[in-house]
């Protein structure tokens, strides 16, 4: 179990930009499977994007393909979410996840699947005029 602490979010208007940065506290990041999950009022949590230990490999739900990019800096020990695009549908609070269980995924955890997860406390995004 790793300790996660999220940072960024805010209040933005339809069409505009957040970067939403995950970080460890007193541990590292190197070798986890992250993601970012997000849970609307009302909603399942649901998965946003996931990317592999490596960086290489990622995913992104359909509702934000296109408009989110997620990755990681293993130097500076944080995972990011660029969000571009807002729509007020992306109103929720976003979580940070990570896990380096054994055969876990970027998909599966992603998808929900995933064991030994370590979640942060959650940011909350806010897309309204």
């Known amino acids: 179990q790793v300790q996660l602490v999220e940072s960024g979010g805010g209040l933005v208007q339809p069409g505009g930009s957040l970067r939403l940065s995950c970080r460890p506290s007193?541990?590292?990041?190197?070798?986890?499977?992250l993601g970012w999950f997000r849970q609307a009022p009302g909603k399942e949590r649901e998965g946003v994007s996931c990317?592999?230990?490596?960086?290489?490999?990622?995913y992104y739900g359909d509702s934000v393909k296109g408009r989110f990019t997620i990755s990681r800096d293993n130097g500076e020990n944080a995972v990011y979410l660029q969000m571009n695009s807002l729509k007020p549908d992306d109103t929720a609070i976003y979580y940070c996840?990570?896990?380096?269980?054994?055969?876990?995924?970027?998909?599966?955890?992603?998808?929900?699947?995933?064991?030994?997860?370590?979640w942060g406390q959650g940011t909350r995004v806010t897309v309204s005029s």
């Open positions: 007193g541990s590292t990041l190197a070798y986890y499977v």
């Open positions: 996840a990570a896990t380096r269980a054994r055969g876990v995924t970027m998909e599966t955890l992603c998808l929900g699947k995933g064991s030994s997860v370590s």
């Open positions: 990317i592999s230990s490596s960086g290489v490999s990622t």
